[in-house]
């Protein structure tokens, strides 16, 4: 019914940028929250970033200042800018999402991405 795909992960060196993307897609009537989260290895899974439907942000405090959340509520797909990269940065990196379809409008599913891994290394 909703798919979440990722793009942008790669390797990218220590101080380095990257620039990951997620496009929802399917019979989507309204988006409330997207966000992403990252995984580690031998971690749990840690939110990144959040981004509600009026434009507010939360961040972990390891990424504040250097990793910057956007939406485009048009084409249904939210950015995480990565700037300032390092090494302990490197993980999986899941795009959520809480959408509502059309057939039921006003409940929210969570929805999940399957992923883009971030390297970052020399």
């Known amino acids: 019914q909703v798919q979440l795909v990722e793009s942008g992960g790669g390797l990218v060196q220590p101080g380095g940028s990257v620039r990951l993307s997620c496009a929802a897609s399917g019979s989507i009537f309204s988006i409330s929250a997207m966000g992403w989260y990252r995984q580690a290895p031998g971690k749990e899974r840690e939110l990144v970033a959040l981004?509600?439907?009026?434009?507010?942000?939360n961040y972990a405090d390891s990424v504040k200042g250097r990793f910057t959340i956007s939406r485009d509520n048009a084409r249904n797909t939210v950015y995480l800018q990565m700037n300032s990269l390092k090494p302990e940065d490197t993980a999986v990196y899941y795009c959520n999402a809480y959408v509502a379809l059309f057939t039921t409008k006003t409940r929210y599913v969570n929805y999940w991405g399957e992923g883009t891994l971030v390297t970052v290394s020399s």
């Open positions: 981004s509600n439907s009026g434009g507010i942000t």
